[in-house]
């Protein structure tokens, strides 16, 4: 699965045309690289908050035997990612009087690379990101929900991303790490719901790429 997006910009010396691309794995080790790469942008996102040793320098738990993982890949660089728990397999992190019986996924380890700098290239990575994520949960695998117990910045931007497709299913809570207090916000898409994401999804996108067109001609 290739997005035609030129992501040359992400760093200056490469040549022009280079595209971002997903890659699926369904179980750890999969693909050695582009794994080693996650759990060390796991580390450098999580790491302080879970508690990960400082000299392994990279970050997992138990959860990632019962998960697929979704990356976006820019020349064999990953840029960013997330973690999808198999709600089938393992139970999920959030309460579970909030969760709807059914095969669900949940949204877990979502990541962006720090040195993406640009708003609008992040915003793009993001689409791919999140597009992906329904796809393959829901036209790939066929489970009926996407949940996710999301850090507040990364809520607000799937909000902006999924619209009104991600629905809030439980009040914001503190939860108290080991480098402080996280905000999480549980919510929810549902596949009923695809049809809509699609829709904002491409509003979204075409909004971008014409702020960007803005941008470049200023």
């Given at each position: ?42 580390y ?25 993982f ?20 393992v ?35 993001m689409?791919?990101?999140c597009?992906?994520v ?20 990364f809520?607000?931007?799937l ?37 809509v ?22």
């Amino acid at each position: 699965m290739t997005y035609g997006f030129d992501f040359s910009s992400l760093i200056a010396a490469s040549d022009q045309g280079s595209q971002c691309a997903v890659r699926f794995i369904e179980h750890p080790g999969q693909d050695p690289d582009l794994w080693d790469q996650f759990l060390v942008l796991r580390y450098r996102s999580f790491g302080k908050w879970e508690g990960t040793h400082p000299q392994i320098g990279r970050e997992s738990d138990e959860k990632d035997q019962f998960s697929a993982f979704v990356l976006v890949v820019w020349e064999e660089v990953v840029i960013a990612g997330c973690r999808l728990i198999d709600g089938e397999r393992v139970a999920i992190n959030l309460d579970p009087r909030l969760v709807d019986s059914g095969r669900h996924f949940e949204i877990s380890r979502m990541l962006i690379r720090s040195e993406v700098k640009d708003r609008a290239t992040r915003e793009r990575v993001m689409f791919v990101l999140c597009q992906a994520v329904a796809e393959y949960a829901f036209e790939e695998r066929g489970y009926s929900d996407l949940y996710s117990d999301t850090r507040l910045p990364f809520h607000i931007a799937l909000r902006r991303i999924f619209g009104t497709a991600l629905r809030e299913i439980g009040l914001p809570h503190d939860v108290y790490k080991k480098s402080g207090a996280l905000t999480l916000v549980p919510s929810r898409v549902n596949r009923a719901d695809v049809e809509v994401m699609q829709q904002q999804l491409a509003a979204r996108l075409e909004q971008s790429s014409r702020d960007a067109a803005i941008r470049q001609a200023a």
